[in-house]
């Protein structure tokens, strides 16, 4: 038996999902997320290995976060509306 996980889905595939990992990989101490996409550190070790379905719930659920919680920069600031990193949420951030 391998060890090798099998390859990820692609783009274009059906059941391919996007991380919603936006390069903005710093973990805040208070809530133990990425600041950048909102992931826990669970939920962003485990992205490889989780199927389509628990990788759409993490990504619902970081949209949900994004209601309570803004993603922010590096610099820990919260990014402007309009900021490029965020254009795959705008139509889903209220």
């Known amino acids: 038996m391998s060890d090798q996980l099998p390859p990820e889905p692609q783009r274009g595939d059906d059941d391919y999902v996007a991380s919603p990992c936006i390069s903005v990989c ?3 101490a ?3 997320m990425c600041i950048g996409c909102l992931r826990t550190l669970q939920e962003i070790g485990a992205w490889r290995t989780m199927t389509p379905e628990e990788k759409k719930a993490v990504v619902e659920a970081t949209e ?3 209601k ?3 993603r922010r920069n590096a610099s820990g600031q919260p ?3 309009d900021h490029p990193k965020l254009r795959r949420f705008r139509n889903k951030i209220s």
Do not use: G, L, Y
């Open 64 to 66: 949900e976060r994004a």
């Open 79 to 81: 990014f402007a509306a």
């Open 26 to 28: 710093s973990v805040d």
């Open 68 to 70: 309570a919680i803004p």
């Open 30 to 32: 208070a809530t133990k």
